[in-house]
């Protein structure tokens, strides 16, 4: 006995399917009238698209990973760098929408940027890479951290640049605070083998992570 | 008149709750508020003793009405709270089977947004509460609303439901005139809990843009104030969570926080 073929349904991509939804759920239709006659025939959207359009994003939602944050913390202590015995300052720096604490010690200086015509791209880097800049006699590779880090979007509005590994990096910023003097237990240290190991840990009442240069420079490399 | 809504795409992160405190809290301060369940479980609807297996009218009928092209009649199904100043629109389970039956969706979208425009002088606060799956319902609250308020149990699966929903609001915003605002508000945080401390630790770092100041605390006043069926504000103005809320509402009123 013959089986019917089975015809494939294409499904559009799930992003594309929930504009496209919300773009008829959202047409400004004019005001309802009860007394008024529908003399256009109107064109049915049949049900089963519209289930299946709404279920097309409700499964790409539903199959997301639930990353497990329970490895941010291993159950082990934490292991304070050398420069964070004593008192230590740190520069609160808005890159994106987010705000990051950068040790003192770990910069080799700050550079203003005046705009993107200082750098010159280079093809076919990461796009973290957002060019080299002459800097003090010699190149420096511009990072766009979040990009990096995988947090957040491109940064547009950067302002500054902290040089970082004796002038061989810089990470754009959007502005800088006044520099903070804190001591080690101003800090919720990163215990090892946190997942995110580009900070050291999150300075308590301030909702901002503490960067960890080194661990960053080795990314970059 | 400001409409906000409550919503998260994670269940139990304490919506009706919210929204119950919220709304007993602007009553007693003297603004005319309503509240519209749209979430069929009807949490909020049973909070104050109406059944949403069996109530006649509901917010079930504005989107029939409009379906049916006539002109839906709010005013007829409102309901009150037995606190003064504090009504309701309940939702009846009938309110699930709308992604399924909504043939012809053009418009379907903006039925909450013309509610509340058409009880404009009736309010000065509608609060919406949400089903947590995202369709007509969510959309319909996300395009009505001033204000979007996120609710987020202290807990990490309850921040991935967070994710989900700033992914929701960034489609939502390509479709606004205005940019959605919102406000990320911890909730069930119990500071002798290491998940709780955790958790509220990540919101902060990397929500703070959007992030209230505060958390509103695990007390069982407020599971006692549900079963008297009294708003939090009613039942125990002098509990942790009612100081909690309140500190909220005045941060929202203020537009301090998530603008």
Same mark, same amino acid.
């Given at each position: 006995?013959?089986?019917?073929p089975?015809?494939?349904i294409a499904?559009v991509?799930?992003?594309?399917?929930f504009s *496209? /939804? /919300?773009?008829?759920?959202?047409?400004?239709?004019?005001? =309802?009238?009860a007394?008024?006659?529908?003399?256009?025939?109107?064109?049915e959207?049949?049900?089963?698209i519209?289930e299946v359009l709404?279920e097309a994003?409700l499964?790409i939602?539903? /199959?997301?990973?639930?990353?497990?944050t329970?490895t941010l913390?291993?159950?082990?202590?934490?292991?304070?760098?050398?420069?964070a015995k004593?008192?230590?300052? /740190?520069?609160?720096?808005?890159m994106?929408? +987010?705000r990051?604490?950068?040790?003192?010690v770990g910069? @080799?200086?700050?550079?203003?940027l005046?705009?993107?015509d200082?750098?010159? @791209? $280079?093809p076919?880097?990461p796009?973290?890479?957002?060019?080299?800049?002459s =800097?003090?006699? @010699?190149?420096l590779?511009?990072?766009?951290l979040g990009?990096? #880090?995988?947090?957040q979007?491109?940064?547009?509005?950067?302002t =500054? $640049? #902290?040089? $970082?590994?004796e *002038?061989? =990096?810089?990470l754009?910023c959007?502005? #800088?605070?006044e520099?903070?003097t804190?001591?080690?237990s101003?800090?919720?240290?990163s215990?090892?083998?946190?997942r995110?190991d580009? +900070?050291?840990?999150m300075?308590k009442?301030? +909702?901002?992570?503490?960067?960890?240069?080194?661990?960053i420079?080795?990314?970059?490399? | 008149?400001k409409?906000?809504?409550?919503?998260?795409?994670?269940?139990?992160?304490? &919506?009706?709750?919210?929204t119950? !405190?919220?709304?007993?809290?602007?009553?007693?301060?003297?603004?005319?508020?309503?509240?519209i369940?749209v979430d069929?479980?009807?949490?909020?609807?049973?909070?104050f003793?109406?059944?949403?297996d069996?109530?006649?009218e509901?917010?079930?009928?504005?989107f029939r009405?409009?379906?049916?092209?006539?002109?839906p009649?709010?005013?007829?199904?409102?309901y009150?709270?037995?606190?003064?100043g504090?009504?309701l629109?309940?939702a !009846?389970?009938?309110?699930?089977t709308l992604?399924?039956q909504?043939?012809?969706?053009?418009?379907?979208?903006?039925?909450? &947004?013309?509610?509340?425009?058409a009880?404009?002088?009736?309010y000065?606060?509608?609060l919406?509460?949400?089903?947590p799956?995202?369709?007509?319902?969510?959309?319909?609250?996300?395009?009505?609303?001033?204000r979007l308020i996120i609710?987020?149990q202290?807990?990490?699966?309850a921040?991935?439901?967070l994710?989900?929903?700033?992914?929701t609001?960034e489609?939502i915003? &390509?479709?606004?005139p205005s940019?959605?605002?919102?406000t990320?508000v911890?909730?069930?945080f119990?500071?002798?809990?290491r998940?709780s401390?955790?958790?509220?630790?990540?919101l902060r770092r990397?929500?703070?843009?959007?992030?209230?100041?505060?958390?509103v605390?695990?007390?069982?006043?407020l599971?006692e104030?549900?079963r !008297?069926?009294?708003?939090?504000?009613?039942?125990?103005?002098?509990?942790r969570?009612v100081?909690?809320?309140?500190?909220?509402?005045e941060?929202l009123m203020?537009?301090?926080?998530?603008?």
């Amino acid at each position: 006995m013959k089986s019917k073929p089975v015809v494939p349904i294409a499904l559009v991509e799930a992003d594309q399917a929930f504009s *496209g /939804l /919300l773009d008829t759920l959202l047409a400004d239709v004019p005001e =309802y009238d009860a007394t008024a006659e529908i003399t256009e025939p109107s064109i049915e959207v049949s049900p089963q698209i519209s289930e299946v359009l709404v279920e097309a994003e409700l499964n790409i939602v539903e /199959l997301q990973p639930i990353q497990s944050t329970e490895t941010l913390v291993a159950e082990t202590s934490p292991v304070l760098p050398d420069w964070a015995k004593g008192e230590f300052k /740190l520069l609160v720096v808005k890159m994106g929408e +987010m705000r990051f604490a950068v040790p003192l010690v770990g910069l @080799s200086s700050i550079a203003p940027l005046k705009g993107d015509d200082e750098l010159t @791209s $280079i093809p076919g880097q990461p796009a973290w890479h957002k060019g080299v800049m002459s =800097y003090r006699d @010699s190149n420096l590779v511009v990072v766009d951290l979040g990009v990096l #880090l995988d947090t957040q979007e491109a940064e547009e509005e950067s302002t =500054y $640049i #902290l040089v $970082i590994d004796e *002038g061989r =990096y810089g990470l754009t910023c959007r502005s #800088l605070e006044e520099p903070l003097t804190l001591s080690a237990s101003d800090i919720n240290w990163s215990k090892p083998g946190a997942r995110r190991d580009w +900070m050291s840990g999150m300075l308590k009442d301030q +909702m901002c992570a503490l960067l960890n240069i080194e661990k960053i420079t080795q990314r970059l490399k | 008149m400001k409409v906000w809504t409550i919503a998260n795409q994670k269940g139990g992160v304490g &919506k009706t709750t919210t929204t119950v !405190a919220l709304g007993g809290l602007l009553a007693a301060w003297g603004l005319r508020t309503l509240m519209i369940d749209v979430d069929p479980h009807g949490s909020l609807t049973s909070y104050f003793r109406y059944d949403p297996d069996s109530l006649d009218e509901s917010s079930y009928s504005l989107f029939r009405s409009v379906a049916e092209k006539k002109s839906p009649d709010p005013q007829s199904l409102i309901y009150q709270t037995g606190t003064e100043g504090l009504d309701l629109i309940p939702a !009846a389970v009938a309110l699930a089977t709308l992604d399924r039956q909504s043939g012809r969706l053009e418009g379907m979208g903006l039925v909450l &947004k013309r509610t509340a425009e058409a009880l404009q002088s009736e309010y000065d606060y509608v609060l919406i509460d949400c089903p947590p799956v995202l369709g007509i319902l969510l959309i319909n609250a996300l395009a009505a609303c001033d204000r979007l308020i996120i609710p987020v149990q202290t807990e990490f699966l309850a921040i991935k439901g967070l994710e989900r929903m700033k992914h929701t609001i960034e489609m939502i915003d &390509k479709s606004r005139p205005s940019r959605l605002q919102y406000t990320v508000v911890p909730t069930f945080f119990d500071k002798r809990t290491r998940a709780s401390n955790d958790s509220l630790a990540i919101l902060r770092r990397n929500h703070a843009e959007h992030l209230w100041g505060g958390a509103v605390p695990i007390d069982t006043r407020l599971r006692e104030a549900s079963r !008297a069926g009294l708003p939090p504000a009613m039942f125990d103005p002098s509990s942790r969570a009612v100081a909690s809320y309140t500190e909220l509402l005045e941060s929202l009123m203020q537009e301090k926080v998530g603008t």
